[in-house]
Nanobody, 122 residues
Framework: QVQLVESGGGLVEAGGSLRLSCAAS????????MGWFRQAPGKEREFVAA????????SYADSVKGRFTISRDNAKNTVYLQMNSLKPEDTAVYYC???????????????WGQGTQVTVSS
């Protein structure tokens, strides 16, 4: 089982940028596909982005395409989410997810981190 710890969240003005990090521990990381989800108050957790273990396959939610970039550094056991042109509707707790099946990550059926808060002011 893999342990995931998100960091990098904070308060930012609309139009600003943040980079989230998800540090993983465990031998499964190098062969695990990774993804980001977010959950706003009173709403269901939704898919944001996913990346295969080698970085060759990437998927984004339509709402973040062109603004967010997912990447990973397996040597550091870390996956990143670069968020640019942030909007108030991006406000949510962001979670990372990991599984050895890419489609399982997209569905949010892998292991979860504890989440990091992102707040975008208008």
């Amino acid at each position: 089982q893999v342990q995931l710890v998100e960091s990098g969240g904070g308060l930012v003005e609309a139009g600003g940028s943040l980079r989230l990090s998800c540090a993983a521990s465990g031998r499964t990381f190098s062969s695990s596909h990774m993804g980001w989800f977010r959950q706003a108050p009173g709403k269901e957790r939704e898919f944001v982005a996913a990346i295969s273990w080698g970085g060759g396959s990437i998927s984004y939610a339509d709402s973040v395409k062109g603004r967010f970039t997912i990447s990973r550094d397996n040597a550091k056991n870390t996956v990143y989410l670069q968020m640019n042109s942030l909007k108030p509707e991006d406000t949510a707790v962001y979670y990372c997810n990991a599984h050895q099946s890419f489609n399982m990550v997209v569905k949010g059926l892998g292991s979860w981190g504890q989440g990091t808060q992102v707040t975008v002011s208008s």
